[in-house]
């Protein structure tokens, strides 16, 4: 790549931005992050911007607003840097499930957020998998929102498991589910799910049939893992055989790992949008990293090509493995 693009990451996903660095061959601009005595941060860029192009890598998880400031404080002195043009890639777009007024005198905050980063000096965003599609129309700059589930696809049928249903934990997902099980050749079923109150899943009935078959719960994000906890006890109770859950976002907050470790549940295939800590690595979670794909991206997008044929040879080996053709 030329010699004007330039690398540079906040501290909330440092491994995924030296994956990404080393695939790309170049290194991360040296920035110092502090945090004075009374919580403000501080951050300095070491080396000269003026002039270049620059990714900045930085997803906005927990501590969410920690490293939402953090966005918004370096691409400010990025811009004051004069860099010319700035990319934020945030993998995990951090308050996306508050999209919409689910009640009188609440905020949208996606909404805002999507402000603050556009105001900071952002031209534009590469994500992957935002909660809804229409938070890219809270910006008024070109966002690339990436979808992780055809390598999902991939590592699942590389499996060969059979009789496989893939379930959705509520309705809002079913249209993922749909797609993953297209990308699967398999059938599809879906949860009634409600919410009595913020954080708190209960799941109703299924409406398809897991009995007898390996069921693939898919979701956007795993938080508190409430959601897919309660998915795979009904899907126990319809007589599922095995039970393995995906996901793009591993927050992983509260009880979630100790939810996980339920023995109904085989298998927890998560991407690394979000920095795993040791103490949340247990066995069964299998982290498949967005790196490669993240850096064809910047690639792409400093060169000015198609973003498209990104998955091109992936739906192709897709299509064969499951046995259906490709049509795209
Ligand atoms: C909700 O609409 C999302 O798609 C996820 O289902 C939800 O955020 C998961 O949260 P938790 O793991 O806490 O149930």
Known sequence: MA????????TSNPELAGEISSYLNIPLTPVTIKR???????????????????????STSPPVNENLIELLLITDALRRASAKEITAVIPYFGYSRQDRKALPREPISAKLV??????????????????????????????????????????ILDKK???????SPDAGGAKRAR???????????????????HGVAETVSLIGDAKGKT???VDDIIDTAGTLASAAKLLSEKGAKEIYVCATHAVFSGPAIERLKNEMITEVIVTN???????????KIRVISLAPLLAESIKR???????????????NKLSKKAGYKNER
């Open 3 to 10: 010699k004007h693009v330039q690398l540079i990451s906040g």
């Open 36 to 58: 004075f005595n009374d919580g403000e941060t501080y951050c300095h860029i070491e080396k000269s911007v003026r002039g270049h192009d620059l990714f900045l890598i930085q």
């Open 114 to 155: 999507a402000n603050m980063i556009e105001r900071a000096g952002i031209d534009r965003v590469v994500t992957f998998d935002l909660h809804v599609d229409q938070i890219q129309g809270f910006f008024d700059i070109p966002v690339d929102n990436i979808e992780s589930l055809p390598l999902i696809a991939e590592y």
């Open 161 to 167: 498991l059979s009789n496989v249903v893939v379930v």
């Open 179 to 197: 797609r993953l099980a297209k990308l699967l050749n398999a059938s599809l079923a879906i949860i009634d799910k409600r919410r009595p109150k």
């Open 215 to 217: 069921a693939i719960l």
């Open 273 to 283: 949008t979000i920095s795993l800590p040791k103490e949340k690595r247990i066995r």
């Open 301 to 315: 997008i400093y060169e000015g090509s198609p973003m498209g044929v990104l998955f091109e040879g992936i739906y």
